[in-house]
């Protein structure tokens, strides 16, 4: 079964970076799709992106296009989201989760989450 | 991009009740269409894909129903550990993937 562990906490200043990590373990993460889906505080879900981690190929949500990267470290099983220019409406609590195969589909397992604070 | 509107916003009910929460697209998405329970802070939970498909581990008072554009998601009996908010999602059409704006199910 795989599971998705996150990195921790992030406190930045707007106009700076973020890069939040995402570690697979107790299965293969290379033929599944793991995107990035985060939650503004009292809001609702927002998908951002997701890799294919045995192609290396990542599709962006079109608003997020230009300042985000997502990649893939194949030999640790790690997607790492980076996010630049960061405003404070990038605060939000941003999961990594899994689509079996090669394209997006539902998700299942999440990760536990990562807040992200972008404040002055 | 197709938008996902669900109704009502917030539903009072109570335990025992049976509910049914809507979702609907703004254009097709065929039967791929996702529904995820989320309780105060934890990561949402997969319940329903495929429209109508229960995920490994879910009790079968939840129920999926739907096709096109128009989806429900009913819960029969409810019991105490289901008040929370739930999100509809459709994967037909991407990028992007896109979330309804949640249902709040409260205790009446």
């Known amino acids: 079964q795989l599971q998705l562990v996150q990195s921790g906490a992030e406190m930045e200043k707007p106009g700076s970076s973020v890069k939040v990590s995402c570690k697979a373990s107790?299965?293969?993460?290379?033929?599944?799709?793991i995107s990035w889906v985060r939650q503004a505080p009292g809001q609702g879900l927002e998908w951002v992106g997701c890799?294919?981690?045995?192609?290396?190929?990542?599709n962006y949500a079109p608003k997020f296009q230009g300042r985000i990267s997502i990649t893939a470290d194949k030999a640790t099983s790690t997607v790492y989201m980076d996010l630049r220019s960061l405003t404070s409406e990038d605060t939000a609590v941003y999961y990594c989760?899994?689509?079996?195969?090669?394209?997006?589909?539902?998700?299942?397992?999440w990760g536990q989450g990562t807040p992200v604070t972008v404040s002055s | 991009e197709i938008v996902m509107t669900q109704s009502p916003a917030t539903l009072s009910v109570s335990p025992g009740e049976r509910v049914t929460l809507s979702c609907r697209a703004s254009?097709?998405?065929?039967?791929?269409l996702s529904w995820y329970q989320q309780k105060p802070g934890q990561a949402p939970r997969l319940l329903i894909y495929?429209?109508?498909v229960r995920a490994t581990g879910i009790p079968d008072r939840f129920s999926g129903s739907g096709a096109g554009t128009d989806f429900t998601l009913t819960i029969n009996s409810l019991q105490s550990e289901d008040f929370a908010v739930y999100y509809c999602?459709?994967?037909?059409?991407?990028?992007?993937?896109?979330f309804g704006q949640g249902t709040r199910l409260d205790i009446k």
């Open positions: 989760a899994t689509s079996g195969g090669v394209a997006v589909s539902f998700f299942d397992p």
């Open positions: 107790g299965s293969t993460f290379n033929r599944k799709t």
């Open positions: 890799i294919i981690p045995v192609y290396g190929t990542a």
């Open positions: 254009q097709s998405v065929s039967n791929k």
């Open positions: 495929a429209s109508s």
């Open positions: 999602q459709q994967y037909n059409d991407w990028p992007p993937i896109t």
